[in-house]
């Protein structure tokens, strides 16, 4: 087995784990935070924000599991990454370490899939006509 199709698991079973562990918590408790990340967290959670969070963190990992749409799947985790490890760096240096983790198991994933990514790391890209893709659909919807 290749090192991306390795690193493509372990990053879908990470967030399918802990995204059902919320959801259905099955993972033995944490201690509780530092004082510092209180605050962050009561509003993060009490906002419904975590909960769609760990939805896409769901279905972005069933998607690495799957081998389908991986490079959506690592381009919605990507944002939820680098949240993970600022508040670990700067709230709850304990978990640094799995945050830098999973921030590997990322780079070396997509790394491997860099050829999807490249149109989008173009400084300047023109965009289709809206109309002309329209007409070509609306003609494949008829044939």
Not at 64 to 90: D, Q, S, T, W, Y
Not at 121 to 126: D, E, G, K, M, Q
């Amino acid at each position: 087995m290749k090192v991306s199709s390795i690193a493509r698991i372990l990053l879908g079973l990470g967030f399918v784990g802990f995204a059902l562990n919320y959801f259905v918590p099955f993972l033995p408790p944490q201690p509780a935070p530092p004082a510092e990340a209180l605050p962050f967290l009561a509003g993060f959670g009490g906002s419904g924000l975590l909960t769609l969070v760990k939805v896409i963190e769901l279905g972005a990992g069933l998607a690495l599991l799957a081998n389908r749409f991986v490079p959506l799947a690592l381009a919605l985790l990507a944002p939820i990454i680098v949240g993970i490890l600022a508040v670990h760096l700067l709230l709850m240096p304990a978990g640094t370490p799995i945050a830098v983790g999973f921030l590997a198991l990322e780079l070396v994933t997509a790394w491997s899939y860099r050829a999807a990514f490249a149109p989008m790391l173009r400084a300047r890209v023109t965009p289709d006509p809206i109309v002309p893709a329209l007409a070509r659909a609306r003609e494949h919807a008829h044939a």
